[in-house]
């Protein structure tokens, strides 16, 4: 089992409010607990995180199944690997399937996917990779997103972004803190057997990637 | 013209009027990136909470993270962030080079390369972890290397949105405050 490069903070050393969210990150997942432990040295970013993520991702004007298809597009292209082994329950629930997330480098070209999420795409995409037609890309945002719905996910991918680039850094994985529950794993990574013969298949989406 | 309007003053709430008219006064960030965030005000706040927590208040020396604030504009190429300085910072002019090749500079000294190679490793990733991991934990306690890693995290993430959007200094008036500050020299009209 890897060590993270910052340590888990002890469930016993947080505070009654934090030990609650611990528990939801257990039960529901996205994120599930490690990041959480980590982030816990300091409470004010504990916070800072939960809180936005809570209101922006998992509630918020735009429908939740494309921030979360924003969110794995992003854990495919920065290759989080903590990150792109989580399925949103609720994103699940709101239609998205798992074949989709194989697709999702390439979703200009991909049939699995409308026009209006492949906007989306282009969005995250963009924030992420910069984008040299600005007309064309706004053009195509204005087309199938109001205002408040491209400031409300636009920020989701940028703090999804910034912290997934910092996380796939962590060397945190599943099923080192608050271990035994499934809630939210992508499917062969329920436990921390199936992760570790998921990761070495030859065919894992993010092989190769530093550790 | 912004690619998402500004959400005129009148429009908003109590709290989010006074974060507009603190962002005229003081600067990091200018009013015109919050006039926008304005469209959905739970993103407005949140944004506000976390980047006061993160920047201009906690543990780590706030002049560490606005020089990693800073790497991170030349990086992303955000020029509304980049044409910024924290006037609380007490940071000289560096030329972009300087900080885009900072582990050559003889400006930096060995701890703030090291908080620029955390913000390098956010932005382009690292192969070399140990190496890295080394090299942050001989210069940070861990709850710096976490506020410091989110602060990052979160610049890195808002800027590359900003650099899409098109917003310009001093496009954006709150009544009453007639002020420059916060804005680089020979940025501001």
């Not at chain 1, 997330?101 to 906007?119: I, T």
Request: aromatic share 10%; charged share 25%.
């Amino acid at each position: 089992m890897s060590k993270p490069r910052i340590s888990y903070v002890p469930l016993e050393d947080m505070d009654e409010r934090m030990q609650a969210e611990m528990a939801r990150s257990a039960r529901e997942g996205t994120p599930r607990p490690e990041t959480n432990a980590v982030r816990a040295h300091v409470p004010a970013a504990f916070w800072a995180f939960a809180e936005p993520w809570e209101k922006m991702f998992r509630n918020g004007v735009c429908d939740h199944s494309i921030k979360e298809l924003c969110r794995v597009y992003i854990s495919r292209t920065v290759t989080c690997e903590f990150c792109g082994n989580q399925r949103s329950v609720k994103g699940s629930s709101e239609g998205l399937v798992e074949g989709q997330y194989d697709d999702l480098l390439n979703f200009e070209a991909s049939d699995r996917f409308d026009d209006r999420q492949k906007a989306a795409l282009a969005y995250a995409q963009a924030i992420a990779w910069n984008e040299a037609d600005r007309d064309g890309l706004w053009d195509r945002l204005h087309a199938h997103f109001s205002e408040d719905e491209l400031v409300e996910f636009g920020c989701v991918i940028a703090l999804t972004f910034g912290q997934q680039s910092w996380i796939r850094l962590l060397d945190v994985d599943h099923h080192q803190y608050l271990a035994g529950t499934s809630a939210s794993m992508a499917p062969g990574f329920e436990n921390a057997d199936a992760l570790a013969d998921s990761k070495a298949k030859p065919d894992y989406w993010a092989a190769g990637a530093p550790h | 013209m912004p690619r998402i309007s500004y959400v005129p003053m009148d429009d908003m709430d109590d709290e989010m009027r006074a974060e507009m008219e603190r962002s005229a006064r003081e600067g990091t960030p200018r009013p015109e990136s919050s006039a926008v965030r304005a469209h959905a005000p739970e993103v407005f706040k949140s944004f506000t909470a976390y980047w006061d927590a993160t920047f201009r208040q906690g543990e780590l020396d706030h002049a560490i993270k606005e020089l990693a604030r800073m790497y991170i504009t030349r990086t992303t190429n955000c020029q509304f962030c980049g044409n910024q300085r924290s006037s609380t910072a007490g940071l000289p002019e560096y030329e972009v080079d300087e900080l885009l090749n900072f582990e050559k500079s003889e400006n930096y000294d060995d701890r703030q390369k090291a908080a620029l190679a955390y913000a390098q490793a956010i932005a382009w990733n690292e192969q070399d972890l140990d190496g890295l991991w080394s090299r942050m934990h001989a210069h940070f306690t861990e709850r710096e290397l976490v506020e410091l890693g989110c602060f990052v995290a979160l610049t890195f993430g808002q800027q590359s949105w900003i650099r899409l959007l098109g917003i310009g200094h001093q496009e954006y008036a709150v009544a009453g405050i007639d002020s420059a500050t916060g804005i680089a020299p020979g940025a501001a009209r």
